[in-house]
């Protein structure tokens, strides 16, 4: 559990840095797409951090069942909100993913973050809806989606 906690806050500490050097152009990205999009894998990765840690406290001292077996999804978990932030940007962006909120006069990245927040806070959701545009846009069969046969068999 201890090692979990120290990955997880050095890992908040890290997104954290990384990001307000960024916000004061301490050093800067190739271009601003990418930037918007690093923006939001940041803030994804804080979503998954979040969510790791209350996994943390609710594992080990809520419900009494911490589990070392769990280590790699505490470790792994926080990439790959890291990666589901910067995919909600690229949707955003394809116009694939549609926020209903109000237009304000002067536009700000605010809605971006916050749905990368979101889909690193909760990637399983997350990957969801990206499967349900992927079937209706593409007709891309779902990932591990059980059909009537497969629980027949």
Do not use: H
């Not at 120290?6 to 954290?16: E, G, H, R, V």
């Not at 790959?80 to 209903?100: D, Q, R």
């Not at 927040?117 to 349900?132: H, Q, S, T, Y």
Request: proline share 4%; glycine share 8%.
């Amino acid at each position: 559990m201890k090692r979990a906690i120290t990955y997880l806050t050095f890992l908040l500490l890290i997104y954290s840095i990384v990001g307000i050097l960024l916000l004061y152009e301490k050093f800067t990205l190739p271009s601003p797409p990418f930037r918007l999009a690093f923006f939001c894998g940041l803030c994804g990765g804080v979503g998954g951090v979040t969510y790791c840690l209350r996994g943390v406290y609710r594992n080990a001292c809520v419900f009494n069942r911490w589990n070392d077996l769990w280590l790699p999804w505490y470790f792994i978990r926080p990439l790959v909100s890291f990666i589901c932030g910067m995919v909600s940007c690229l949707f955003l962006k394809a116009g694939l993913i549609i926020l209903e909120a109000q237009q304000i006069n002067t536009p700000t990245n605010l809605a971006f973050y916050a749905l990368a927040f979101i889909a690193g806070l909760n990637v399983d959701k997350f990957i969801e809806k990206i499967e349900d545009i992927a079937q209706v846009t593409w007709g891309i069969k779902k990932s591990r989606t059980a059909t009537k046969e497969d629980n027949n068999a």
